[in-house]
Structures are given as C-alpha cells and as structure tokens.
C-alpha cells in the first residue's frame, strides 16, 4: 500500500496514467478515481475522519484572490493545469466542517468530432452558424464541456473571427489559430455570466461562448446577444432538448413567456443533447448517444406557438436534415457496434422503440442485400 502524498500534484498526475475522469477526497476513504464510469479507490491509506489533511493538500492550489469565497460560502470552483498542459476542473466544499474535493480532468488536447464520435451534424453547425444560439445540454458528466469545445475550436482553426469565452472556471485553454480568443473567467475576471455577455458585445465579437445559462439573466443576455448577429454557444443542464426548452422558461414569470418563446424562435440554430454510454472498446471508454432539434422554420413556429408537444415527432421525421433523438442515435451507435445492445437498452428512454427501431435497420439492410443479389429494386 503507498503512503498519502504530501502534495495534490501525484493525486492529479495519476489521473492521466489511469485515464481517470474525475478524482473524489473525502475524509475517511482512500483517493478515489472515475475510471470508465467506475469508482476505484486507490491503494492507500483513508484520510483521518477527523483529520486536516485534505486542507492541506489542496489550499496550495487554491486561487489567493478567491480563497475567501470558500470561507463565505462553504465552496469553491477553480481550475488549476499541471505544466504538460493536462487542466482540472476543481470543486471543493465543506462537509462536517471539513474540506472535500471532486477534481475533474480535462484533457490539454482539444479533441476533434471523429474522436469523440459526435454525428456529422455537430460539424456541420460549427462551420456553417454564424449568428443565433446554439445550446448543448446533458446531465453532470455526461461531456457537455469537450463537445462545445470541439465545436469552438473547430471555428477557431476556420475562421477569421474573434472569440470570447465565458466560463466558470476555465476549462480548455484555446490556442489563437485563424481566430483570435479571448478567455474569461467568473471570480477572477468577472462577477457573472450575464456581466461577461453585456461586456462582450462591446468587445467586438463574433462568437461568445457562455459556459452556463443558469438564470435569467444570462439567458436574456445571451438571446439578446443571438439577436444583435452573434453566434452564441450556451450549455444547460437538461437531460433533452426537450427538457431545455422548458428549463429556460421556468426562470421567468408566466406572463413573460410568450416574449422568451418569441427571442428563443428568433434565434435558435440548434439545440443538442448527449449521454455517454460505455463503448464496446476498450480505447474508446465511452461514446455519446445524441438528440438534436435544428432551428428550421416548422421548429421556430412551433416554438413561437408554445406548440412544443409536437417537436418530437418533428425531430423523429427530419433525419435528412440531421434532427434525431436519443432512439435513433442508439440503434446507430449499435448498428457501428460502438456500444452492445444491452447497453442501449439500459439508456433508451424507450426500450420498445429501440428494439423496433434496430428491427427495422436490420430489416432494411437484409432487404438492401436481397435487392443487390437479384440485381433489382422490386
């Protein structure tokens, strides 16, 4: 058994040689690690019940500008990057009087939509938007984060264009390619998001990324900025797109919906969700299954119209434009054998549509085989 270290930096520099996702301390358990979706706890000794020793672990890290916030309000976020560029998202909180953490890793390296298996859609938001809201939604954990900053650094190698990040803490650090970006931080560089969107409109930009629409504020402020011909990327979280819409009316009173409904149809260019999954390979660890509904013209009036109940079936009957729901993007995922069947099974949020829908695919293709062997199409 290896003894507790007197520093957070080997707790953090094993993440990467595990490919931990997240890093738990807590008083009376050893270190423990994400692993694949897993709890793992390390091979050392529990931190003393009554013991100071987390404390003394992470205050070293903590920003000095913002230790009194954890002193006010019995938690903190901030983010903290070793020097080979490998960054942590960092949560610390006050439990019995007693300091705890859950560190996230977020890799130094941008990854690109193949990588991360995202449909072919994600790229092409990313390259053809130029004005309105894009919203990327999901539960904690779930890679909300990587895809938008996929999505942002795609933009950022293509395009001649300034971009301003808003983000509570600063995850990934983008590299200026053909863009130029500029990162700010809620507590180091700014009170609020709803403060950094009214700043950023007077900075000049042409996409302004906020890292979370937590209340009302920031959500007018971020339509208000999709209206004046920006391209904003927002994350909320929902579990579906569904769920989205919903979320962002219930920050405001009723009689205030009607004009909510009316900016989200006047701006909307997507709206997209996502769950992990555990992949069948090793390597992978985990794929997304996605759902996107897509700013079309039948979206915006059904939207505008609080006629929501029929977006589903619009999304279920638009595939060709790149729309589909979390059914249509597991038996994808199990069609590509990414993830097994009882995997998809367990996440659908319809087991009986899933199963007919994976019928149906292998149905189609065995007929598609049918026709090439007999050389017709009757």
Do not use: W
């Not at 942590?88 to 991360?116: C, D, Q, T, Y």
């Not at 950023?200 to 930009?205: E, G, M, T």
């Amino acid at each position: 058994m290896n003894e507790l270290p007197n520093s957070i930096i080997p707790l953090l520099e094993a993440m990467k040689h595990l490919d931990a996702s997240d890093l738990h301390l807590k008083n009376g358990i050893p270190p423990t690690y994400r692993i694949a979706g897993h709890l793992r706890k390390a091979d050392m000794p529990p931190f003393k019940i009554d013991g100071r020793e987390i404390e003394g672990l992470m205050e070293p890290i903590i920003p000095p500008m913002r230790a009194d916030v954890y002193e006010k309000r019995g938690a903190l976020d901030f983010a903290f990057h070793l020097p080979d560029g490998d960054r942590f998202r960092i949560n610390i909180m006050r439990a019995g009087n007693h300091m705890h953490a859950a560190i996230r890793r977020v890799k130094g390296e941008i990854p690109s939509f193949e990588e991360l298996h995202l449909p072919p859609i994600y790229a092409k938001l990313a390259h053809e938007a130029h004005e309105g809201i894009i919203l990327i939604c999901g539960v904690t954990g779930c890679g909300k984060s990587t895809t938008m900053a996929a999505m942002i650094d795609h933009i950022n190698a293509t395009r001649m264009c300034h971009i301003i990040s808003i983000e509570d803490p600063v995850e990934y650090s983008f590299r200026p390619k053909k863009a130029i970006v500029s990162q700010r931080e809620i507590g180091l560089d700014l009170e609020s998001f709803a403060d950094g969107i009214r700043s950023a409109v007077r900075q000049d930009p042409d996409v302004i990324f906020v890292g979370e629409l937590r209340d009302k504020e920031t959500v007018i402020a971020a339509l208000q900025a999709a209206e004046t011909g920006h391209l904003v990327f927002g994350t909320l979280h929902t579990a579906d797109t569904m769920q989205s819409l919903t979320r962002m009316l219930e920050f405001f009173p009723r009689e205030q919906h009607a004009f909510i409904r009316s900016a989200v149809a006047n701006t909307i260019v997507a709206i997209a969700a996502q769950r992990l999954l555990p992949a069948i390979d090793p390597k992978i660890l985990r794929v997304p299954a996605t759902e996107v509904l897509l700013g079309e013209p039948i979206v915006k009036e059904k939207i505008r119209e609080g006629d929501d109940e029929d977006l589903p079936a619009i999304i279920a009957g638009s595939s060709a434009s790149g729309m589909h729901n979390f059914t249509m993007s597991l038996a994808e995922l199990v069609e590509k054998e990414l993830v097994y069947m009882d995997t998809a099974v367990e996440y659908a949020p319809n087991r009986e549509q899933l199963v007919g829908q994976i019928r149906g695919i292998k149905t189609s293709a065995q007929t598609l085989v049918h026709r090439i062997k007999h050389g017709g199409s009757h």
